[in-house]
T-cell receptor
Framework: KQEVTQIPAALSVPEGENLVLNCSFT??????LQWFRQDPGKGLTSLLL?????REQTSGRLNASLDKSSGRSTLYIAASQPGDSATYLCAVSSGTGRRALTFGSGTRLQVQP | GAGVSQTPSNKVTEKGKYVELRCDPISGHTALYWYRQSLGQGPEFLIY????????DSGLPNDRFFAVRPEGSVSTLKIQRTERGDSAVYLCASSAGLAGAGYEQYFGPGTRLTVT
């Protein structure tokens, strides 16, 4: 059974800092990995999708990397802003069994102005 | 274009009642997923449809939960004899194809269900 872990559970940084969020998964047989953002009381906004054959994806100040063999992904946020404050969720689509996404519990990010 | 929509946004019901939650996927998306999110946790898979059929319902917690997608578009999640433990945010997602083919899932805003 696929399990996804996100570290740290919560993070508080001053504005302008670069930061890294970590995600690990137990079964490396995945189709893809998605990073999402969730604001309080809201749904999920997809940030980046990395296919299993890819090593990284970039969108603006965000860069996500994938090391499938070691079961790890990182989300790098450059020059953080207060508007980046949210919960960031990592999810994988496993190559065996269930086709739906398996999520981590998220990292709650607070960027202090 | 329009994203995934879900109605109602909030639902408060008494223990033992029946509820229906609706999801309108992005037009043309063949795959539709239901997830449930408890406070402080990531979403957990319930069921997914490919077209009109439930391709995998292994995430449904028990037989009080049922979902349909009769015309391959709108889906309804039905919960019978609600219990307080059913209180959660129910999220719907759709994609242009199966996750195994690399398609991205797009999520709706969710329905917050509270069972009193």
């Amino acid at each position: 059974k696929q399990e996804v872990t996100q570290i740290p559970a919560a993070l508080s940084v001053p504005e302008g800092e670069n930061l890294v969020l970590n995600c690990s998964f137990t079964d490396s047989a995945i189709y893809n990995l998605q990073w999402f953002r969730q604001d309080p009381g809201k749904g999920l906004t997809s940030l980046l999708l990395i296919q299993s054959s890819q090593r990284e994806q970039t969108s603006g100040r965000l860069n996500a990397s994938l090391d499938k063999s070691s079961g790890r992904s990182t989300l790098y946020i450059a020059a953080s802003q207060p508007g980046d404050s949210a919960t960031y969720l990592c999810a994988v689509s496993s190559g065996t069994g269930r086709r739906a996404l398996t999520f981590g519990s998220g990292t709650r990010l607070q960027v202090q102005p | 274009g329009a994203g995934v929509s879900q109605t109602p946004s909030n639902k408060v019901t008494e223990k033992g009642k029946y509820v229906e939650l609706r999801c309108d996927p992005i037009s043309g998306h063949t795959a539709l997923y239901w997830y449930r999110q408890s406070l402080g946790q990531g979403p957990e898979f319930l069921i997914y449809f490919q077209g009109t059929g439930a391709a995998d319902d292994s995430g449904l917690p028990n037989d009080r939960f049922f979902a349909v997608r009769p015309e391959g578009s709108v889906s309804t999640l039905k919960i019978q004899r609600t219990e307080r433990g059913d209180s959660a945010v129910y999220l719907c997602a759709s994609s242009a194809g199966l996750a195994g083919a690399g398609y991205e899932q797009y999520f709706g805003p969710g329905t917050r269900l509270t069972v009193t």
